[in-house]
């Protein structure tokens, strides 16, 4: 399994959200994608499980289905999703938020079994989420 994307550019209400966005994973490979509020990491998972359309770029796998986790309250019913319906890409939107630290950690070893199976995670958060390795792509400038 591969994921794979290049010179992506998002476009939200009119306003250029990033440009130039690349990266590349392979089975057993996560993706942090970290920032600051607004910088798009929301958008860029919302494009990689096809429910925003790319304003520019290539991904390879734009069409593959993959599970979405909503934020706040639903967050433990998200997660029960993953284990009972098993997809090889997860796309996390602050995963740790509203979990206390046994859901946490309980979420931190469904995340390194889907990686040790080969599957692929890419989670949106401000800060780390406790899976390592992982490698980091920054959205947006410093403010």
Not at 17 to 39: I, Y
């Amino acid at each position: 399994m591969r994921l794979e994307a290049s010179s992506l550019a998002c476009v939200r209400g009119g306003r250029e959200v990033f440009s130039g966005l690349g990266f590349a994973l392979s089975g057993g490979e996560a993706l942090l994608v970290t920032g600051r509020n607004g910088a798009g990491k929301s958008s860029l998972l919302r494009i990689l499980a096809g429910l925003v359309r790319l304003a520019g770029g290539q991904l390879a796998l734009a069409d593959l289905p993959a599970g979405y986790l909503s934020a706040g309250q639903r967050r433990r019913l998200s997660i029960a999703r993953l284990v009972a319906v098993p997809r090889p890409i997860w796309l996390l939107d602050e995963p740790t938020s509203a979990l206390d630290r046994e859901a946490q950690d309980a979420l931190k070893s469904l995340m390194q079994r889907h990686l040790s199976g080969g599957g692929l995670i890419v989670a949106a958060a401000h800060g780390p989420i406790g899976l390592e390795p992982s490698r980091e792509l920054r959205l947006g400038a410093a403010a």
